[in-house]
């Protein structure tokens, strides 16, 4: 599947740069390098590529339950099982699912530190789990929090650490979280809420309206 570049747009088959629209509010833009990576070719729209990777991540959720219960939580706690994680979540729509990701964007640390900073999180969660520290919703948020602060991975990245959080409660058998029971994937108010709590808790330590997002 050929990359054709014409004045105003690129195209990947018959899905375009152009076509897909804009980003939601906050996330990070996907390049030309990403779309190479694109592997069903009938996308051609950004409902398209929603309605795949929505279908994939579906299936990823029924796995990641299973694997809560049968790993517990130290074994959900390891960078490898991160991105495990993500390529399950993504690995039927892009070829780069389950990689570290290699650019500066617009958030996120450096690539070179993308592993060792996830690592330490994760180590401080396992941390915070052994000696209680904080309220179990909590330290999902925090995990949550600092994992997407990261950036680890090129796309969906919310979506994954979001996923890892709720994996982390299924795994101590406490509720996941309903994330505003409504999509925070595109730009409205339930997403503006979840980025002001998210920014709310990195700058200023401050989880109190992320955890009231998370559970409402």
């Given at each position: ?9 690129l ?5 375009s ?10 996330a990070?833009p ?44 130290d074994?959900l706690?390891?960078y ?9 979540m ?37 941390y ?6 904080f309220?179990?919703d ?10 997407v ?11 994954c ?24 994937d ?26 009231a997002?998370?559970?409402s």
């Open positions: 599947m050929g990359v054709q570049v014409t004045d105003d747009e195209s990947i088959g018959t899905f740069l152009k076509s897909i629209g804009p980003e939601p509010t906050g990070t996907i390049e030309e390098e990403d779309f190479e990576g694109l592997i069903p070719d009938f996308v051609a729209t950004r409902a398209d590529l929603n309605r795949v990777e929505f279908d994939n991540i579906s299936k990823a959720l029924t796995w990641g339950i299973q694997q809560a219960r049968v790993l517990g939580s074994g706690l390891e490898g099982f991160l991105m495990k994680l993500h390529r399950q993504f690995g039927d729509v892009w070829r780069w699912a389950g990689t570290n990701r290699r650019r500066i964007t617009n958030i996120g640390s450096l690539p070179e530190v993308i592993v060792s900073e996830a690592q330490a999180t994760l180590e401080d969660m396992k915070w789990h052994a000696n209680g520290v309220e179990s909590e330290r999902a948020a925090r995990l949550h929090c600092r994992l602060t990261i950036h680890p991975f090129p796309n969906g990245n919310g979506r650490t979001r996923l890892i959080a709720d994996m982390y409660l299924v795994s101590i058998d406490e509720p996941m979280f309903t994330w505003g029971l409504r999509s925070i595109v730009d409205g108010d339930a997403r503006k809420r979840y980025i002001d709590a998210l920014v709310k808790a990195s700058n200023e330590d401050d989880y109190d309206d992320l955890l997002f998370a559970r």
